[in-house]
Nanobody, 126 residues
Framework: QVQLVESGGGPVQAGDSLRLSCALS????????MAWFRQAPGKEREFVAA????????YYADSVKARFTISRENAKNTVYLQMNSLKPEDTAGYYC???????????????????WGQGTQVTVSS
């Protein structure tokens, strides 16, 4: 059974950077499309970024484009989210998602076939 564990969240100041990690176990990582979502209190979970199995294709929400970078290391079974120039509105729980054989373009939705991690909290103060 595939499991995802996120890490790297915490409290930061506006303008700071943070890198989140998500480690996959129980499956062959290179077969999984990967994505990051986030959920702020009282709001629905929203797409942040996605990456293809080979890392050749990435997609971003408009709100984070040019500030966030998604990457993956298949040898380490890990996907990353580098977050720069953080803003208070980036405050949310950040969740990693995985789906076998999914293309990056397919990872931007709340698909019932997604496996989810438990989330890591990012709090950005002004």
């Amino acid at each position: 059974q595939v499991q995802l564990v996120e890490s790297g969240g915490g409290p930061v100041q506006a303008g700071d950077s943070l890198r989140l990690s998500c480690a996959l176990s129980g499956g062959l990582f290179s077969l999984y499309g990967m994505a990051w979502f986030r959920q702020a209190p009282g709001k629905e979970r929203e797409f942040v970024a996605a990456i293809s199995r080979s890392a050749s294709t990435t997609y971003y929400a408009d709100s984070v484009k040019a500030r966030f970078t998604i990457s993956r290391e298949n040898a380490k079974n890990t996907v990353y989210l580098q977050m720069n120039s953080l803003k208070p509105e980036d405050t949310a729980g950040y969740y990693c998602a995985a789906r076998k054989w999914a293309a990056a373009s397919e990872m931007s939705t709340m698909h019932p076939g997604n496996t989810w991690g438990q989330g890591t909290q990012v709090t950005v103060s002004s």
